[in-house]
């Protein structure tokens, strides 16, 4: 099973980014077997966005490693 990033084609009703631009939209996490099927679920989940449609892409998921860092007084990094 694949996971695939999806976002609605729908513009947004309220005035942000995602207005207009779908790359600033918030993207939906959908495991399914096919972009079809990554597709019908959130036609599903939005029924009556179905004609304006979604976009399906493949998501390639990655390792973060988070790392702190340390200050001394003056805000030197400390090794």
């Keep these: ?7 609605r084609n729908a513009s ?4 942000c980014l995602g207005h207009h631009d779908t790359t600033a939209r918030q ?5 399914a077997n096919t972009d079809e099927e990554a597709w019908e679920k959130m036609a599903m989940r939005f029924p009556t966005e ?8 493949v998501w390639q998921s990655f390792d973060v490693k ?12 400390i090794s």
């Design 50 to 57: 179905v004609d304006t449609g979604f976009t399906v892409e």
């Design 27 to 31: 993207g939906y996490y959908i495991q």
């Design 1 to 7: 099973m694949k996971e695939y990033r999806c976002t």
């Design 12 to 15: 947004y009703s309220h005035n």
């Design 66 to 77: 988070v790392v702190g860092i340390k200050r001394d007084d003056q805000g030197n990094i």
